[in-house]
């Protein structure tokens, strides 16, 4: 059984940056898609960033590209989010998921295709 643990959101002012982390736990190989989604209140969860663990290889949604980073952190073990330039839209709850499956490059925002999930870290961008 896989665990995922998000730790490392907070408050900022527009134009700041965070970085989020997702540390893994269980038994994880080098074909796992994991991908970080967001949610807003009133939102539907959608997906931010993914990366393929083997190979890395990286999907964004257009309206993080140029901004977000999703790289790999120690190993297989955690993945981090790097965000620059934040904006009050990117305001929500960030949640880790993961799945045994390389990432698939059109239906990786997909939620019902992912595994396991972390508990969420919150990200609150002020203007």
């Known amino acids: 059984q896989v665990q995922l643990k998000e730790s490392g959101g907070g408050s900022v002012q527009a134009g700041g940056s965070l970085r989020i982390s997702c540390k893994a736990s269980g038994p994880m190989f080098s074909n796992y898609c994991m991908t970080w989604f967001r949610q807003a209140p009133g939102k539907e969860r959608e997906g931010v960033a993914a990366?393929?663990?083997?190979?890395?290889?990286?999907y964004y949604t257009r309206s993080v590209e140029g901004r977000f980073t999703i790289s790999p952190d120690n190993g297989l073990n955690s993945v981090v989010l790097q965000m620059n330039n934040l904006q009050p839209d990117d305001t929500g709850m960030y949640y880790c998921a993961a799945d045994p499956v390389r990432c698939p490059a059109v239906t990786w925002p997909r939620t019902e295709k992912y595994r396991y999930w972390g508990q969420g870290t919150q990200v609150t961008v002020s203007s």
């Open positions: 990366i393929s663990l083997e190979g890395g290889f990286t």
